[in-house]
Nanobody, 124 residues
């Protein structure tokens, strides 16, 4: 099992940027794919971005449209999400999660370990 802790959320104006970080401990983080999800009030949790075990392959939800960048540092056991050109509709709790597979996936059911989330609020 991997313990995950997100940080970096906060309040930002539309058009601004935030960088989310996720620190992993426990099971070897570097062996497995990881990803970011988000959940807005009253909505289901949705995939945002995923990355394979080495960081060489990344996948993004269509609504990202080049605004976000996912990355990982397997030496520091961290996962990051750089978010640019933020919109009010990006407001949500953002979660990092890890899988037990090496290849990237957008399927929520394949993510087994989750952080508690960090709130991102984008004002108009």
């Amino acid at each position: 099992q991997v313990q995950l802790a997100e940080s970096g959320g906060g309040l930002v104006q539309a058009g601004g940027s935030l960088r989310l970080s996720c620190t992993a401990s426990g099971r070897t983080f570097s062996d497995y794919a990881a990803g970011w999800f988000r959940q807005a009030p009253g909505k289901e949790r949705e995939f945002v971005a995923g990355i394979n075990w080495s960081g060489s392959s990344k996948y993004y939800a269509d609504f990202i449209k080049g605004r976000f960048i996912i990355s990982r540092d397997n030496v520091k056991n961290t996962l990051s999400l750089e978010m640019n050109s933020l919109k009010p509709e990006d407001t949500a709790v953002y979660y990092c999660a890890t899988t037990v597979r090496r290849t990237v996936t957008m399927r929520l059911v394949e993510y087994h370990d989750w952080g508690k989330g960090t709130l991102v609020t984008v004002s108009s």
